[in-house]
Every structure is written in C-alpha cells, then in structure tokens.
C-alpha cells in the first residue's frame, strides 16, 4: 500500500512550469558569463588567427594581457552576459514547452527522439532570436586590438550594433546564422538528452520526481553533458566565428557563406584548422554547463520542494 501510495503521488507531482526553467537558466547564465569570458575572448581570437600569431591557449592569453592589459580579457562581457541570460532563458523555456508538445498524451512520457527534437528546436530559437545577433557584436568587439577608444572602430555594444546596421544593414547582424542555427540545434539536442540520461543513470533523478540533486551531482552532469557538442561542431562554429568577423560593408568578403567557408578554410588551412578553438571551447563550454545546471538544477529543485 505504501509502494503504490507513492506512485500515485509521483503522478500528481505537478510539472515544472516553463517559467521557472526560464527563469533558472536566466540566474545561471549570469554566474557562467563572469566566470568564463576570458576563455571565450582567447577562443575568438585563435579562431580568427589566420597567421599564427598565437602559439597557443597559454600563449594567445598572455599576449592578450602584455599587449592590451588584463581587462581585455573580458572584453564583449556586456553584451555576452545578457546574450547568455536571455539565451538560457529561452532555451530552457522553449525547451519546456517543446517537451510538453512532444509527451504522449496517454502516458505523458516523453521519448528518447521527442527529447532530442525538443532540444535541437530550442537550439534553433535560441540561434535565429537571440544568439546571431549578439555573437556578431561581441565578436567584432573581441577581434579589435588595443583599449584606446579613439583607435577602435566600435565603442562599445549599442555603437557596435548601431554601426552595423548602417554600413551592412539589418541582416549585418545575423551574419553566419546558418552554421549558429546548425550549431545550436545539434549542441542542444546533445546536451539536454546527455544532461537527462546522466542524472538518471549516476544519480536516479528523473525530471518532476520531486528529488533535489546536490550542487556537486549538478556540475558534474552538467559537465559531462556540455562535453560532446563542441566536438561534434567545431567546424560549424569555426565557420560562424569567420563569417560573423567579417565586414560586409566593403570589397573585402572572404566568405560568401557556409560551405564556402567550410571550403576555403580546408583548402587554404587544411582539416585541422577546422577545429581551431577546440580546445578553449572545452575549457568554457563543459564548466560552463556545469555552473549553469548547478544554478538552475537549484531553482527548480526550490521549486519542485515548495509546490509539490
């Protein structure tokens, strides 16, 4: 009696609502943007050495700092901060609600394959509304040299964006959104079944069961979880780095899309250069899934504790 006593009231759990995994991805964003900037600015930058400047993670980062000062390293922290905190807001809400649309509506299951829908459709939200568009500011931001405002081409974020929009036009700020779409579709998709399937297979937490995992269960799933997609998309986002990098306003378009990208590089550059930044993208992306699953796994774990 007592078995089927807590089935039932598994069943009457209420869901997380969206708002609350919005909410919870939204704080988390904020913590992982100050804690990993300076590993997103030297991954920019290697990805658009084109002549072996930079020897290296070490080396790029310690140039940065002899050459523009140790605030370089966050340089595009505003606009990458509330690029993440709106990113993670919608991916996390948008993801909620893709999932409630994929359950079956007789067991109120969610497969494997709606998971995995579920995740490459918040990915691609997340890339054409927010990502594109401030990826392409922060980017041009992170290439300027130098910390005199009188030698910079862009000021800040809203001159940036603003100067765009004049010289290239409003679609200037969704250059490269094809491989950023192909990009986060397949990175959420990956991480959200990966982040489902780690908790339930190290720690028995089912999504809505009620059970609050430990902060240090969290990072580590999440940790794990943001580990294959940088593998997996490299390539795409080597891509998106270029072509985000380069003014259209003038005669000097490399890049005229995608595969011409992914092409030019292989031949000018060869395979491996299609993986440049690898390494710094895995020293920013799985810590930095493990500090935003640690916040939000919190929020709605508060949630989940108060309301059900």
Known sequence: MGEEDEQKKKMMRKPIPPYMKAISG???GIVEACCL???DVIKTRLQLDRSGVYKGISHCGNTVIK?????ALWKGLTPFATH???KYALRMGSNAMFQTA???RDTGKLSYQGRLMSGFGAGVLEALVIVTPFEVVKIRLQQQK??????LKY???VHCATTIVRQEGILGLWAGAAPTVMRNGTNQAAMFTAKNTIDVILWKKHEGDGKVIQPWQSMVSGFLAGTVGPVCTGP???VKTRLMAQSRSGNDVKYTGMVHAIRTIFQEEGLCALWKGLLPRLMRIPPGQAIMWTVADQVTGFYEKRYN
């Open 26 to 28: 939204s704080v988390g």
């Open 155 to 157: 000021k800040g974020p």
């Open 37 to 39: 900037q300076p590993i």
């Open 84 to 86: 993440l905190t709106l």
């Open 67 to 71: 050459t523009e000062g140790v605030r």
């Open 102 to 104: 994929f359950k079956d």
């Open 236 to 238: 795409f986002d080597v």
């Open 146 to 151: 130098g910390l005199s405002p009188e030698l």
